[in-house]
T-cell receptor, first 113, second 111 residues
Framework: GAVVSQHPSRVICKSGTSVKIECRSLDFQATTMFWYRQFPKKSLMLMATSNEGSKATYEQGVEKDKFLINHASLTLSTLTVTSAHPEDSSFYIC?????????FGPGTRLTVL | DAKTTQPTSMDCAEGRAANLPCNHSTISGNEYVYWYRQIHSQGPQYIIHGLKNNETNEMASLIITEDRKSSTLILPHATLRDTAVYYCIVRVDTGRRALTFGSGTRLQVQP
């Protein structure tokens, strides 16, 4: 199947700093990618839809100025968590679709101290 | 997307079949049943999907009732590596929209 990668897999940062997470479709092109967040023992929650060449669409309650999304090419979307705080600590997962199937990245665990 | 109901958790002995049920009584005629699973600290993985016929692939079988109001995912010979949270998702289109995840079923395969 198709492969979606994420980098980094794990990041620890200090409160107030910004963190960039990359999501790449390795063997296919994705005009749309999705960003999810998952808190411990909870299900995945959609944060935003990343659209190549246009603005991202954010879900209700997700601050677009805090979670910056850039989809600069057909294989790369980035999520930047700006001025991170401990409550932003979570597991961030991206996905892209190919045909009927959605392929997920391995996730990025963010810990904000 | 139609709402789904799954048991919170299930246990299964290694080597035995794991049967995971899902209720989707409000499913529409053009909605598919998808199954994904998430192994701990990994991204979700597609397992199988179907519309109304039973489906089988190398990972699992999907049995959909005739009225389509419920389905069962069958892992024929569960292994310890099948321990994961299994999500049943009902949706109309093929994949251009994000998936809506419920609580899923936490399957624990016991040695």
């Amino acid at each position: 199947g198709a492969v979606v990668s994420q980098h980094p897999s794990r990041v620890i940062c200090k409160s107030g700093t910004s963190v960039k997470i990359e999501c790449r479709s390795l063997d296919f092109q994705a005009t749309t990618m999705f960003w999810y967040r998952q808190f411990p023992k909870k299900s995945l929650m959609l944060m935003a839809t990343s659209n190549e060449g246009s603005k991202a669409t954010y879900e209700q309650g997700v601050e677009k100025d805090k979670f910056l999304i850039n989809h600069a090419s057909l294989t790369l979307s980035t999520l930047t968590v700006t001025s991170a705080h401990p409550e932003d600590s979570s597991f961030y997962i991206c996905s892209a679709h190919l045909g009927y199937e959605q392929f997920f990245g391995p996730g990025t665990r963010l810990t904000v101290l | 997307d139609a709402k789904t109901t799954q048991p919170t958790s299930m246990d299964c002995a290694e080597g035995r079949a794991a049967n995971l049920p899902c209720n989707h009584s409000t499913i529409s005629g053009n909605e598919y049943v998808y199954w994904y699973r998430q192994i701990h600290s990994q991204g979700p993985q597609y397992i199988i999907h179907g519309l109304k016929n039973n489906e089988t692939n190398e990972m699992a079988s999907l049995i959909i009732t005739e009225d389509r109001k419920s389905s069962t995912l069958i892992l024929p010979h569960a292994t310890l590596r099948d321990t994961a949270v299994y999500y049943c998702i009902v949706r109309v289109d093929t994949g251009r929209r994000a998936l809506t995840f419920g609580s899923g079923t936490r399957l624990q395969v016991q040695p």
